[in-house]
């Protein structure tokens, strides 16, 4: 397994932007997939996207199409998340987690992070 721990979260206005990191320690990262989940207030956890080991990507929730970009540099051990464009409904915990396969279920992921706020003023 890996440990992660993201970074970049905070308080930002509908229309901005926001770079979200995950730093992951341990052997072998470059063999997990890496996804982004957040949990908004009250709702439960949901996947947003994840990135393959060599780079193809996929965004899961609708409402984040064309606005969220996932990519990682493995040489850094490092994941990131630019999110454009943000809207109140994006505030959440965002959390960075790890698998082995490609895989959008969370009960999949072994790995996760503490999670990082982020909240969005309209």
């Known amino acids: 397994q890996v440990q992660l721990v993201e970074s970049g979260g905070g308080l930002v206005q509908a229309g901005g932007s926001l770079r979200l990191s995950c730093a992951a320690s341990?052997?072998?990262?470059?063999?997990?997939?890496m996804a982004w989940f957040r949990q908004a207030p009250g709702k439960e956890r949901e996947f947003v996207a994840y990135?393959?080991?060599?780079?193809?990507?996929?965004d899961n929730v609708d409402s984040v199409k064309g606005r969220f970009t996932v990519s990682r540099d493995n040489d850094k051990n490092t994941v990131y998340m630019q999110m454009n464009s943000l809207r109140p409904e994006d505030t959440a915990v965002y959390y960075c987690?790890?698998?082995?396969?490609?895989?959008?279920?969370?009960?999949?992921?072994?790995?996760w992070g503490q999670g990082t706020q982020v909240t969005v003023s309209s």
């Open positions: 990135i393959t080991l060599n780079g193809s990507w996929a």
């Open positions: 987690a790890a698998a082995p396969r490609r895989t959008t279920d969370q009960r999949n992921f072994g790995s």
């Open positions: 341990g052997r072998d990262f470059i063999s997990y997939v």
